[in-house]
Each structure stands twice: as C-alpha cells, then as structure tokens.
C-alpha cells in the first residue's frame, strides 16, 4: 500500500495512456507541458460532476491560455459519454474517455466522484487531489498567474532569470 501512496506524492509521473479523446484520438500528457492542467474525473450521471463542469467553464473562460481543464468520464458505456458530450455541447474544453482502463482506476485509488487532481507544467502531479473547485482553486490560480505576472515584471529585483 505504501508504494502506492508514493505514487501520489507531487512530481510523481501520471499516464494517460490509451484513453481517447470524444474524436477516438489518443489522450496524451505530453501535449500539455508547459501549462498546468486541471482533470476532473466524472461520469454522466453524476449530478456534483456537472455542478462542477459550470464552474470549470467559467474558470476555462477566463484561464484557458493558461491552464488546460480536462474532463476525463469514466462512464463504462463509450456511447453515454458521447451522449453527454452531445448534451453539453456549452462545455468546450478537453473531454475524454478512460476507455475501460480498470487498472487505472485502481491504481487512482478513485472510489467518489468527482475526483480530480493537478498537474504542473513539468507534466507530473502536483496535487492527487486539486484544490476545492468551488473556493481554493480560483483562489490558487489567481495566486498563481498574478506570481507569474510579477515575475515577469522587469524591474522586479525578485524576478526569475
């Protein structure tokens, strides 16, 4: 258990591999480095999934130069998360399939959802479980781009070179 607990621990690498995006293509990490990304685990059915997905489009809105939102569905049945998709077409950020990767599942530890968790732009996990959606991470991104704002900033003394 304790290996697995490892797995967790920020910088630790999270594969996407063989999961597809709603078009069948490949979901790759790799695509994303260099930005932070937010994923959001959900099913269709799942009601504070969607709750969430409102607030995600409005964080999409105003960060999605900045950091990638990814709604990862664990529905089992493909054609339910197309239907959803299809139903939803107001969410325009990256919606993909686990595509009946169990292991993976497993190896989450995801038992609720929704569940998510944060990738820095090195591409390894900063936080197994994301800031609270509806009060730390728009607070966490504000902190986060508003440093960077500072940084670059130059006549900053503490500006990174």
Known sequence: MLSDMMAFESGAEIEFKKMK?????????E?????????????????DCIR?????????????????????????????FIQFKEHFP????TFAHFNNRYDWIDKMQTSTLPDNL????????????????????PLFLLRLFKEEEKDNIPLNQNRKQ
């Open 21 to 29: 995006t709603i078009n069948g293509a490949p979901l790759d990490l």
């Open 31 to 47: 695509d994303y480095k260099g930005s932070w990304v937010y994923v959001q685990m959900f099913t269709s059915t799942c009601e």
């Open 52 to 80: 969430e997905m409102m607030i995600i489009d409005e964080l999409h809105k105003k960060y999605g130069d900045s950091v990638v939102f990814i709604s990862l569905s664990l529905d089992f049945n493909f054609g339910h």
């Open 90 to 93: 107001q969410f325009d950020w």
């Open 118 to 137: 944060l990738i820095s732009p090195d591409g390894k996990l900063a936080r197994r479980f994301a800031p609270d959606i509806t009060t730390e991470l």
